[in-house]
């Protein structure tokens, strides 16, 4: 008991002392962080930072049944991958943990004392058995299933010898018919009467493992949380959560539910779907500050500008912009094409930064190693990948995309092609002309190329072919003006001389 209150006097310190915003993201390890789960934190985050508050990491695994080995630690990795920092939560210090809810066992127990004491929690000794039978029952007449609160009514006497026989039991909350409605931050008054639906809920289960609700609601309060800010999946809990706080006698927190992320088309998205998991968009290439954006712009929470060009904001930005009152209160629709934008103004943004075009141009380099380990001969030169990702700002969505196999011609040196049909005069006019031109685009490229082979009397498409296999060594891909240009005037020029016939330097070099 005596630690109890040493927290407490702790939390209270917290709150009062520094009137400090704390926040939490709670998640349960029993699988992958998706959008959802993103979005939560991401606003969590916001509404810390822009407040000078704390953002708490707890991990709550009391359903010791669903837990995915080494989720929580990839759950992490994603909401540092994704800009979101930790404040306190496992392995990132903090005075009121341990923010991991199996090792707070002790706390809890002691919590339900506490309620057993007061009469608002009872033990309940109903059988498996029996609960089914209630459920079948309430199923064949048509009613939703229920407890019946009968343990609520058992003697002293009843209890002592259950105990005495060492029974097995669960403690349960007594539901009051008082109807404690919700201010919620996002949706305002809300109210709902939990018992008129429910029975009275399990708070510790037989395993001695404490509930979702009981566990929520007895951590927020000694860690000190001003705020829950989370899915409205969880809004109808909330009302049940009020009341455990009234039985502790304890001063809530102030609740914010987040409405429901949909498909563009308004339908649910699904945590199946492997495709919403961050790790997913990872894999995929998509950079962090795009899905931040992409998660933000479905959800709302800044100043609405009309007609405004779409932005891509840093982290500092969201939080400094973000206002809780500005966050939606209808589904959130996701707009995918909006993600590849952003994205694409994600490699414009890192190219102009000397340390983020650095470690971009590592990771190309990287991409093309592993899509080419075969390749002894790869172009990857700094001054060429960039030229690149120049191009591909206006044009790819993913950095994953520069090593299509269509672009292979961009990493694989042409080997041993040499350029025919022209004689080595007009190679080497054709070479000064594409070095005088100051603008290396496609169209440009075109006319001046026509304009040589009519000159030079050489038939064209014949002209462009060995033009394409000393570039690429490739017979199809992007047409040859294009191709130049997205290899840019120095590769280009570079690639060109090295298929000059070979008798021709042997001939230079003997001279
Ligand atoms: N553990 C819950 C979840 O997995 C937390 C809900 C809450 O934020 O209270 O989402």
Redesign the pocket.
């Known amino acids: 008991m005596l630690k109890l209150n040493r927290r407490l006097l702790m939390q209270q310190c917290l709150r009062h002392a520094h009137n400090q915003v704390r926040v939490r993201f709670?998640?349960?390890p029993t699988g992958y962080l998706h959008l959802g789960g993103l979005r939560?934190a991401l606003y969590n985050f916001l509404f810390a930072r822009h407040l000078d508050g704390k953002f708490l990491l707890r991990i709550?695994d009391t359903d010791q049944t669903r837990l995915v080995p080494g989720a929580s630690e990839r759950l992490v990795g994603d909401l540092l991958w994704a800009g979101i920092e930790i404040d306190e939560g496992p392995g990132f210090g903090g005075q009121l943990g341990p923010y991991v809810q199996s090792q707070r066992t002790m706390i809890y127990s002691k919590a339900i004392e506490e309620l057993l004491q007061n009469g608002t929690a009872y033990r309940c000794f109903c059988t498996e058995r029996r609960l089914d039978l209630l459920r079948k029952e309430a199923l064949r007449t048509r009613q939703v299933p229920r407890y019946d609160n009968k343990c609520r009514h058992l003697k002293t006497a009843e209890i002592d010898s259950l105990l005495a026989k060492g029974t097995a039991h669960c403690i349960r909350f007594k539901l009051t018919d008082h109807e404690e409605p919700l201010d919620d931050l996002i949706y305002g008054k809300v109210y709902h009467n939990v018992s008129d639906t429910e029975g009275d809920p399990v708070i510790m289960k037989s395993d001695q493992f404490p509930t979702?609700h009981f566990a929520?609601v007895v951590d927020d309060h000694l860690m000190g949380i001003t705020h829950?800010l989370?899915?409205v999946e969880?809004q109808i809990s909330t009302t049940k959560h009020l009341l455990l706080y009234k039985a502790f006698g304890w001063q809530p927190p102030k609740f914010g539910h987040l409405p429901l992320l949909v498909n563009a088309d308004g339908t649910k998205l699904s945590k199946r779907q492997g495709d919403i998991g961050i790790q997913s968009f990872r894999e995929r290439g998509y950079f962090p500050q795009a899905l931040v954006n992409y998660v933000v712009s479905a959800g709302g929470g800044f100043e609405h500008k009309a007609h405004a060009k779409q932005e891509l904001l840093t982290m500092q930005e969201l939080f400094e912009q973000f206002h809780i009152d500005r966050v939606n209160s209808h589904p959130s629709r996701l707009n995918p094409e909006l993600l590849d934008d952003l994205n694409r103004m994600e490699i414009t943004q890192r190219l102009s930064n000397k340390e983020s075009r650095f470690k971009l141009i590592h990771q190309v380099q990287e991409l093309v190693k592993k899509a080419y380990p075969q390749h002894p001969n790869l172009d990857l030169a700094e001054d060429h990948i960039v030229d690149v990702l120049n191009w591909s700002s206006q044009r790819l969505t993913l950095i994953q995309d520069l090593t299509s196999s269509k672009l292979s011609f961009l990493w694989v040196k042409p080997s041993n092609f040499q350029l025919k049909n022209m004689t080595s005069e007009q190679v080497d006019v054709m070479l000064t002309l594409l070095n005088e031109i100051q603008d290396f685009q496609k169209e440009e490229l075109n006319v001046k190329l026509k304009n040589f082979a009519q000159e030079q009397n050489i038939k064209f498409p014949l002209m462009m072919k060995a033009l394409r296999a000393a570039l690429s060594g490739l017979k199809e891909g992007p047409g040859v003006a294009e191709m130049m240009e997205i290899l840019g005037k120095s590769v280009t020029l570079e690639r060109l001389k090295e298929a000059v016939p070979k008798e021709r330097i042997h001939l230079e070099q003997n001279q």
């Open positions: 709670a998640p349960s939560t709550e979702y929520n829950v989370r899915g969880w």
